[in-house]
């Protein structure tokens, strides 16, 4: 219990000391969804594409980075992601797709729909992390597809 607990403590110490993000979590995956909540300190959470699309789009949120499930109900990532890219350009917001599958082909598939870099599922918090504190001065459109791989 006491190593849960200070482990608890050190993922809400990290969360603590990033840059305050405003990260939307597209994920049907109540898992995968907490994992993300964990690691950050302003989340939105929907559970498809369609609503994912609607937040950024239609509600003017201000989100500046998205991790995008890619196979969800009602309107899958690559879709969302293309049709965001349409609405708002390719600078913001930054987004991350979520997939179990990384191939080469998956990889390509994320870019040329307009993803900045993917994780795989289940999502790891050093990796989640690892990506929520890189430099955000950055441009969005940096291309950090290779650090993801990097990271396992």
Known sequence: LAATLRASQQRTEAAAARPVLHVLIAEDNT??????????????VVGNGREALEAVVDHDLEIDVILMDLQ???????????????SLGPDRPYIIALTANVTGADRQACSDAGMN????????VAELGALL??????????PLLPLAKELR
Not at 37 to 43: A, E, I, M, S
């Open 31 to 44: 898992v995968n969804q907490m994992v993300g909540q964990l690691l950050v300190q302003r989340v939105t």
């Open 72 to 86: 969800m109900p009602e309107m899958d990532g690559l879709e969302a992601t293309r049709r965001i890219r349409a």
């Open 133 to 142: 504190d890189r430099d955000w001065s950055t441009s969005a459109t940096t």
């Open 117 to 124: 870099d993917y994780l795989s599922k289940p999502l790891q």
